[in-house]
Structures are given as structure tokens and as C-alpha cells.
């Protein structure tokens, strides 16, 4: 099926760990972002990438480090995870010059224990 | 920038009922808007998107939307909620351009659906 995939849909871990967070698209889009929603639902951008390239950094902690190595896959990886981090993390990706056509995936639930 | 507004962070109606969720947005260049909701536990399903063609939106489930430049607004309406409409719903906007448009969502309005 066409899609943006995450793996995994559901983790969780211990404080300190350090964990990644999988996204792939078989949509032939250029363009894929990472969204996180917090406890109170609020869904905020943290990064895009364009072609491999990052586009938009939304003064998220370093611990955080995307990394897309081609233009199908956006990872996120995240280091010395803290409660704070829970949260659920969206993947989302659009062909540049269509503006409107954001495909999201399924999410990601992080819990921070 | 952009930004959005969703007034309302909880809306209660009955079943059969009415439902309206209202969205504002503030854009400097012309928007491109969204209604997404989601489900409990689910991800983002797309109600509908206004992109500068026709004023009036229809969407999935009954759901429509009418973009009013004047107002800055983008409300959600349904005649007649159902049950299954009991969900979270987002109203976002984009700049659309190029290289990043990214989606910028409002907080959120939490619809239950009252028997």
C-alpha cells in the first residue's frame, strides 16, 4: 500500500535511553516532516527535511537529531530521553509544488518512564 | 507568520444536532487551510482543505467548511452530528510555499456527541 509508514507505533523506555523513530514513504514525495503531539494534543512542528536536506529546525533540543538518508526516509533519533518526551510523533510527508498534499502516518506513541 | 485559532477547546452537542467548530488563521500571503480529525489513540485523518478554488469546502462524514477572507475564518460545520463524530478535530494552515510549507495546527477542539 502507498503510505508513510512509522516504526515503531508504540515505545517505551526508561529515562536516559537513547531511541529512534522510523519513517518511510513510498509516495515519490520530496518533502517529510516530523510533528509532535504533546499531552494537551497540541501538534508542533520540530523538523523538515527537502531532498535530504534539513529544512526547517523548530529550536528543538539537541538530544534530538534527524536524519534522512534518502528522500523516502526521515528518522528521528533521540538521546537521553526525559519524561518530557512523551509524547506521540507524527511523520508526515508532501511532494514540493503541491501544496496541499501532506500525507501523514500513523504516529508514534513514546513513553518516557 | 501564520497562526490559527480554534475557539473552543471543548464543544458538547446532542445527537442530530448541529455541529460547529470555529477556526481563525492570520496569514500574510494567501493560506491554504485544513480540517484534520482524529480518533481516539488513531493519527490525522483529512476532513477537507480549502486551496483558493471554491469558497465553500466539502468534505468526508458530512463535514463542510466555508472560507471567509473577510472573517479570516475557516469554520467547520455538520447538520446533523452523530455519534461517531465524538472525536478531536484541528484546523491548520500553510503558506504553501515551495521548500517548506509547513502546517501550522490550532489546539485543538475536542467534539462529544451527547445521546
Known amino acids: 500500500d502507498t503510505a508513510v509508514s512509522q516504526t515503531p507505533k508504540y515505545l517505551v523506555t526508561q529515562m536516559g535511553n537513547d531511541k529512534s523513530i522510523k519513517c518511510e514513504q513510498n509516495l515519490g514525495h520530496d518533502t517529510m516532516y516530523w510533528y509532535k503531539q504533546d499531552s494537551k494534543k497540541f501538534l508542533k512542528i520540530m523538523f523538515s527535511y527537502n531532498n535530504k536536506e534539513l529544512i526547517i529546525n523548530e529550536t528543538v533540543p539537541n538530544r534530538f537529531s534527524p536524519k534522512s538518508p534518502d528522500k523516502a526516509h526521515l528518522n528521528l533519533h533521540i538521546n537521553s530521553l526525559e519524561l518530557g518526551d512523551s509524547a506521540v510523533y507524527f511523520c508526515?510527508?508532501?511532494?514540493?509544488?503541491?501544496?496541499?498534499?501532506?500525507?501523514f502516518g500513523s504516529g508514534t506513541r513514546l513513553t518516557v518512564v | 507568520a501564520q497562526s490559527v485559532t480554534q475557539l473552543g477547546s471543548h464543544v458538547s452537542v446532542s445527537e442530530g444536532a448541529l455541529v460547529l467548530l470555529r477556526c481563525n488563521y492570520s496569514s500574510s500571503v494567501p493560506p491554504y487551510l485544513f480540517w484534520y480529525v482524529q480518533y481516539p489513540n488513531q493519527g490525522l485523518q483529512l476532513l477537507l482543505k480549502?486551496?483558493?478554488?471554491?469558497?465553500l469546502v466539502k468534505g468526508i462524514n458530512g463535514f463542510e467548511a466555508e472560507f471567509k477572507k473577510s472573517e479570516t475564518s475557516f469554520h467547520l460545520t455538520k447538520p446533523s452530528a452523530h455519534m461517531s463524530d465524538a472525536a478531536e478535530y484541528f484546523c491548520?494552515?500553510?503558506?504553501?510555499?515551495?521548500?517548506?510549507?509547513?502546517?501550522?495546527f490550532g489546539q485543538g477542539t475536542t467534539l462529544q456527541v451527547k445521546p
Open positions: 491548520a494552515v500553510s503558506d504553501g510555499s515551495g521548500n517548506t510549507g509547513k502546517l501550522i
Open positions: 508526515a510527508s508532501r511532494r514540493q509544488g503541491v501544496p496541499d498534499g501532506y500525507t
Open positions: 480549502y486551496t483558493s478554488a471554491a469558497t
